[in-house]
Protein backbone atom coordinates (compact mmCIF):
# COMPACT_ATOMS: atom_id res chain seq x y z
CA UNK A 1 0.00 0.00 0.00
CA UNK A 2 1.18 3.06 -0.98
CA UNK A 3 1.45 6.65 0.23
CA UNK A 4 0.92 6.63 4.38
CA UNK A 5 4.48 8.49 3.98
CA UNK A 6 4.14 10.24 6.80
CA UNK A 7 3.19 7.34 9.32
CA UNK A 8 2.44 3.46 8.63
CA UNK A 9 -1.22 3.24 8.42
CA UNK A 10 -1.49 -0.20 6.71
CA UNK A 11 -2.95 -1.84 9.93
CA UNK A 12 -5.69 0.55 9.93
CA UNK A 13 -8.70 -1.32 8.48
CA UNK A 14 -8.25 -4.13 10.57
CA UNK A 15 -8.46 -2.34 13.34
CA UNK A 16 -11.35 0.24 11.75
CA UNK A 17 -13.66 -2.80 10.57
CA UNK A 18 -14.11 -4.92 13.48
CA UNK A 19 -14.94 -1.65 15.97
CA UNK A 20 -17.34 -0.52 12.79
CA UNK A 21 -19.43 -4.09 13.07
CA UNK A 22 -19.94 -3.35 16.92
CA UNK A 23 -20.60 0.71 16.54
CA UNK A 24 -22.17 1.68 13.38
CA UNK A 25 -24.57 3.89 13.04
CA UNK A 26 -28.26 2.22 12.41
CA UNK A 27 -29.28 5.10 9.60
CA UNK A 28 -32.69 4.66 6.89
CA UNK A 29 -30.37 4.06 3.75
CA UNK A 30 -27.46 1.81 5.60
CA UNK A 31 -27.32 -2.27 5.17
CA UNK A 32 -25.68 -2.91 8.37
CA UNK A 33 -22.49 -5.38 9.05
CA UNK A 34 -24.53 -7.71 9.85
CA UNK A 35 -26.77 -7.42 7.09
CA UNK A 36 -24.49 -7.24 4.74
CA UNK A 37 -22.76 -10.73 6.11
CA UNK A 38 -26.21 -12.81 5.01
CA UNK A 39 -25.66 -11.26 1.74
CA UNK A 40 -28.18 -8.07 2.14
CA UNK A 41 -26.89 -5.60 -0.50
CA UNK A 42 -27.57 -1.90 -0.46
CA UNK A 43 -30.19 -0.03 -2.14
CA UNK A 44 -27.68 2.03 -5.07
CA UNK A 45 -31.32 4.19 -4.82
CA UNK A 46 -31.01 5.06 -1.20
CA UNK A 47 -27.23 5.01 -1.45
CA UNK A 48 -27.57 8.22 -4.12
CA UNK A 49 -30.35 10.32 -2.37
CA UNK A 50 -29.13 10.11 0.98
CA UNK A 51 -25.47 10.96 -0.61
CA UNK A 52 -26.93 13.70 -2.63
CA UNK A 53 -29.90 15.01 0.53
CA UNK A 54 -27.39 15.28 3.32
CA UNK A 55 -24.67 17.34 1.42
CA UNK A 56 -24.69 20.65 2.99
CA UNK A 57 -27.09 19.38 5.73
CA UNK A 58 -27.10 17.56 9.24
CA UNK A 59 -28.26 13.78 9.37
CA UNK A 60 -31.26 14.83 12.24
CA UNK A 61 -32.66 17.46 9.66
CA UNK A 62 -32.41 15.60 6.65
CA UNK A 63 -33.79 12.23 7.79
CA UNK A 64 -37.08 13.16 7.68
CA UNK A 65 -36.68 14.30 3.99
CA UNK A 66 -35.05 10.97 2.84
CA UNK A 67 -38.57 9.37 4.65
CA UNK A 68 -40.86 11.68 2.90
CA UNK A 69 -38.67 11.12 -0.63
CA UNK A 70 -38.68 7.24 -0.57
CA UNK A 71 -42.06 6.90 0.78
CA UNK A 72 -43.80 9.31 -2.13
CA UNK A 73 -40.98 8.41 -4.60
CA UNK A 74 -39.80 5.00 -3.46
CA UNK A 75 -37.38 3.73 -6.66
CA UNK A 76 -35.49 6.39 -8.69
CA UNK A 77 -37.79 5.44 -11.69
CA UNK A 78 -40.39 6.82 -9.80
CA UNK A 79 -38.49 10.20 -9.25
CA UNK A 80 -37.87 10.36 -12.79
CA UNK A 81 -41.92 10.55 -13.78
CA UNK A 82 -41.95 13.01 -10.87
CA UNK A 83 -42.74 16.65 -11.85
CA UNK A 84 -40.36 19.09 -11.16
CA UNK A 85 -42.84 21.38 -8.71
CA UNK A 86 -43.39 18.60 -7.25
CA UNK A 87 -39.73 17.63 -6.47
CA UNK A 88 -38.86 21.15 -5.46
CA UNK A 89 -41.98 21.71 -3.22
CA UNK A 90 -41.28 18.20 -1.65
CA UNK A 91 -37.38 19.96 -0.89
CA UNK A 92 -38.15 22.72 0.56
CA UNK A 93 -36.56 23.35 3.96
CA UNK A 94 -33.29 21.91 2.76
CA UNK A 95 -31.47 24.60 1.00
CA UNK A 96 -29.33 24.22 -1.90
CA UNK A 97 -32.12 23.94 -4.43
CA UNK A 98 -29.76 23.36 -7.12
CA UNK A 99 -29.44 19.87 -5.98
CA UNK A 100 -33.31 19.20 -6.32
CA UNK A 101 -32.96 20.03 -9.87
CA UNK A 102 -29.68 18.03 -10.23
CA UNK A 103 -31.58 15.09 -8.33
CA UNK A 104 -34.38 15.24 -10.97
CA UNK A 105 -32.17 15.10 -13.90
CA UNK A 106 -30.00 12.52 -12.73
CA UNK A 107 -32.80 10.09 -12.00
CA UNK A 108 -34.08 10.45 -15.36
CA UNK A 109 -30.84 9.61 -17.10
CA UNK A 110 -30.30 7.03 -14.44
CA UNK A 111 -33.89 5.71 -15.76
CA UNK A 112 -32.83 6.47 -19.56
CA UNK A 113 -29.93 4.28 -19.12
CA UNK A 114 -31.41 1.09 -17.07
CA UNK A 115 -29.81 1.83 -13.88
CA UNK A 116 -27.07 3.35 -11.82
CA UNK A 117 -23.41 3.18 -13.12
CA UNK A 118 -20.94 1.26 -11.15
CA UNK A 119 -17.19 2.98 -11.54
CA UNK A 120 -16.71 6.14 -9.80
CA UNK A 121 -15.49 7.51 -13.73
CA UNK A 122 -19.15 6.62 -14.78
CA UNK A 123 -21.24 8.17 -11.74
CA UNK A 124 -19.09 11.23 -11.82
CA UNK A 125 -20.63 12.13 -15.49
CA UNK A 126 -23.92 12.07 -13.81
CA UNK A 127 -25.93 15.35 -13.36
CA UNK A 128 -24.61 16.87 -9.36
CA UNK A 129 -22.23 14.19 -7.94
CA UNK A 130 -19.14 15.32 -7.78
CA UNK A 131 -15.40 13.38 -6.44
CA UNK A 132 -16.69 12.30 -2.80
CA UNK A 133 -20.38 11.18 -4.22
CA UNK A 134 -19.33 8.99 -7.09
CA UNK A 135 -16.73 7.34 -4.61
CA UNK A 136 -19.38 6.81 -1.62
CA UNK A 137 -21.47 5.63 -3.90
CA UNK A 138 -19.28 2.88 -6.55
CA UNK A 139 -17.82 2.02 -2.63
CA UNK A 140 -21.15 1.29 -0.79
CA UNK A 141 -23.63 0.63 -3.58
CA UNK A 142 -21.25 -1.49 -5.84
CA UNK A 143 -18.36 -2.66 -3.28
CA UNK A 144 -15.82 -0.56 -5.74
CA UNK A 145 -12.33 -0.12 -4.41
CA UNK A 146 -13.50 3.57 -4.50
CA UNK A 147 -11.88 6.44 -1.62
CA UNK A 148 -14.61 8.40 -0.57
CA UNK A 149 -13.73 11.45 1.50
CA UNK A 150 -15.68 13.80 3.16
CA UNK A 151 -15.28 16.55 5.84
CA UNK A 152 -15.22 13.74 8.76
CA UNK A 153 -12.39 11.51 6.83
CA UNK A 154 -10.51 14.69 5.77
CA UNK A 155 -10.81 15.56 9.38
CA UNK A 156 -9.65 11.86 10.83
CA UNK A 157 -6.82 11.53 8.53
CA UNK A 158 -5.56 15.52 9.03
CA UNK A 159 -5.40 13.87 13.17
CA UNK A 160 -3.56 10.45 12.13
CA UNK A 161 -0.74 11.85 9.50
CA UNK A 162 -0.35 15.23 12.21
CA UNK A 163 -0.76 17.34 8.51
CA UNK A 164 0.60 20.56 8.82
CA UNK A 165 1.47 21.79 5.40
CA UNK A 166 -0.96 23.46 2.60
CA UNK A 167 -4.51 22.42 2.94
CA UNK A 168 -5.45 21.77 -0.75
CA UNK A 169 -2.04 19.50 -1.36
CA UNK A 170 -2.64 18.33 2.09
CA UNK A 171 -6.69 17.32 0.87
CA UNK A 172 -4.97 15.20 -2.32
CA UNK A 173 -2.28 13.28 0.35
CA UNK A 174 -5.21 12.12 2.21
CA UNK A 175 -7.03 11.08 -0.72
CA UNK A 176 -4.22 9.61 -1.89
CA UNK A 177 -3.66 7.45 1.70
CA UNK A 178 -7.61 6.68 1.73
CA UNK A 179 -7.73 5.21 -1.61
CA UNK A 180 -4.75 2.92 -0.63
CA UNK A 181 -5.97 1.82 2.53
CA UNK A 182 -9.29 0.97 1.00
CA UNK A 183 -9.67 -3.08 1.36
CA UNK A 184 -10.79 -5.26 -1.82
CA UNK A 185 -13.02 -7.07 0.47
CA UNK A 186 -14.80 -4.26 1.98
CA UNK A 187 -14.64 -1.24 0.49
CA UNK A 188 -18.10 -0.20 1.54
CA UNK A 189 -18.34 -0.86 5.05
CA UNK A 190 -14.70 0.58 5.02
CA UNK A 191 -16.14 4.21 3.76
CA UNK A 192 -19.22 4.23 6.52
CA UNK A 193 -17.15 3.27 8.74
CA UNK A 194 -14.41 6.06 8.06
CA UNK A 195 -17.41 8.23 8.18
CA UNK A 196 -18.77 6.95 11.65
CA UNK A 197 -15.42 7.36 13.00
CA UNK A 198 -15.42 11.44 12.17
CA UNK A 199 -18.99 11.96 13.09
CA UNK A 200 -18.80 10.09 16.58
CA UNK A 201 -15.37 9.82 17.63
CA UNK A 202 -12.74 12.21 15.92
CA UNK A 203 -15.29 14.86 16.41
CA UNK A 204 -14.06 18.41 15.53
CA UNK A 205 -14.16 19.23 19.42
CA UNK A 206 -13.32 17.49 21.98
CA UNK A 207 -12.56 13.88 20.18
CA UNK A 208 -12.73 10.87 22.14
CA UNK A 209 -9.68 9.92 21.79
CA UNK A 210 -9.96 6.97 24.75
CA UNK A 211 -12.20 5.37 22.50
CA UNK A 212 -11.17 5.47 19.23
CA UNK A 213 -10.05 2.14 17.34
CA UNK A 214 -7.10 3.63 15.29
CA UNK A 215 -5.64 6.22 18.55
CA UNK A 216 -2.27 3.94 18.68
CA UNK A 217 -1.77 5.04 15.07
CA UNK A 218 -2.90 8.59 15.48
CA UNK A 219 0.22 11.34 15.13
CA UNK A 220 -1.99 14.25 16.44
CA UNK A 221 -2.56 12.20 19.71
CA UNK A 222 0.66 11.38 20.01
CA UNK A 223 1.92 15.08 19.78
CA UNK A 224 -1.34 15.44 22.37
CA UNK A 225 -3.27 17.93 20.44
CA UNK A 226 -5.67 16.29 18.17
CA UNK A 227 -7.83 19.65 18.20
CA UNK A 228 -5.33 21.15 16.13
CA UNK A 229 -5.86 19.18 13.20
CA UNK A 230 -6.68 19.99 10.23
CA UNK A 231 -5.07 23.39 10.06
CA UNK A 232 -6.85 25.18 7.71
CA UNK A 233 -6.33 28.26 5.49
CA UNK A 234 -8.59 31.27 7.38
CA UNK A 235 -11.72 31.82 5.91
CA UNK A 236 -11.88 34.71 4.04
CA UNK A 237 -15.16 37.30 4.87
CA UNK A 238 -18.52 36.51 2.81
CA UNK A 239 -19.56 39.33 1.04
CA UNK A 240 -22.94 40.35 1.93
CA UNK A 241 -25.54 40.89 -0.81
CA UNK A 242 -28.71 42.87 -0.46
CA UNK A 243 -32.19 41.93 -1.92
CA UNK A 244 -35.54 43.85 -2.53
CA UNK A 245 -38.88 41.51 -2.48
CA UNK A 246 -42.19 43.08 -3.28
CA UNK A 247 -45.77 41.96 -2.38
CA UNK A 248 -48.14 42.78 -5.25
CA UNK A 249 -51.79 41.97 -3.46
CA UNK A 250 -55.03 42.94 -5.77
CA UNK A 251 -57.74 42.46 -3.20
CA UNK A 252 -57.51 38.47 -1.99
CA UNK A 253 -54.93 37.68 -4.96
CA UNK A 254 -51.48 37.87 -4.86
CA UNK A 255 -48.72 37.37 -7.88
CA UNK A 256 -46.16 34.66 -7.62
CA UNK A 257 -43.44 34.55 -9.99
CA UNK A 258 -41.31 31.56 -10.51
CA UNK A 259 -37.55 32.52 -10.40
CA UNK A 260 -34.77 31.35 -13.21
CA UNK A 261 -33.50 27.78 -12.97
CA UNK A 262 -30.10 29.74 -12.02
CA UNK A 263 -29.09 31.82 -9.27
CA UNK A 264 -30.42 32.50 -5.79
CA UNK A 265 -33.43 30.54 -5.14
CA UNK A 266 -33.39 29.02 -8.75
CA UNK A 267 -37.07 27.31 -10.17
CA UNK A 268 -38.93 28.90 -6.75
CA UNK A 269 -42.00 30.52 -6.33
Not at 58 to 87: C, M, N, Q
Not at 119 to 136: D, H, S
Not at 158 to 181: D, N, P, Q, S
Request: positive net charge.
Amino acid sequence: MAPAKHRDLNSLPGKLLPWFERHARDLPWRTLPADRAVGERPDPYRVWLCEIMMQQTTIPHGTPYFHAFTERWPSVEALAAAKDEDVMSAWAGLGYYARARNLLKCAREVTARGGFPETEAELRKLPGIGPYTAGAIAAIAFDQKAAAVDGNVDRVFARLLALKGEWAAEKKVIAETVRALVPEDRPGEFAEALMDLGATVCTPTKPNCLICPVSDLCAARAEGEPERYPIKPAKVAKPVRYGTAYVLRVKDQVLLVRRPDKGLLGGML
